[in-house]
Nanobody, 114 residues
Framework: QVQLVESGGGLVQPGGSLRLSCAASGSISSRNGMGWYRQAPGKQRELVAGITSDGYRTYEQFAKGRFTISRSNAENTVYLQMNSLKPEDTAVYYC????????WGQGTQVTVSS
């Protein structure tokens, strides 16, 4: 059973940057797409960005031009580079397959505040 562990979140000022990491305890096939998702208080979980097995990237509108998703199949890890962060980016960030098919991990808290 694959387990997902997110890390790299924290408190950052508006305009700052964070790099999130997602490590899988078990091997995820390189055929699987991977994605980052987030959930703000009182809201549904939403997709942030996805990356397909062939490296094609897709971003929700709010993330375009600011966030970059990448993956290392050899390291079984997915990353999310977040730049120009805004207070509305505050949420718990999760990784999963794209589309999501694995049990959700604990996520990592991102708080953007001055």
């Amino acid at each position: 059973q694959v387990q997902l562990v997110e890390s790299g979140g924290g408190l950052v000022q508006p305009g700052g940057s964070l790099r999130l990491s997602c490590a899988a305890s078990g091997s995820i096939s390189s055929r699987n797409g991977m994605g980052w998702y987030r959930q703000a208080p009182g809201k549904q979980r939403e997709l942030v960005a996805g990356i397909t097995s062939d490296g094609y990237r897709t971003y929700e509108q709010f993330a375009k031009g600011r966030f970059t998703i990448s993956r290392s199949n050899a390291e079984n890890t997915v990353y999310l580079q977040m730049n120009s962060l805004k207070p509305e980016d505050t949420a718990v960030y999760y990784c999963n397959t794209y589309p999501p098919e694995i049990s959700w991990g604990q996520g990592t808290q991102v708080t953007v505040s001055s």
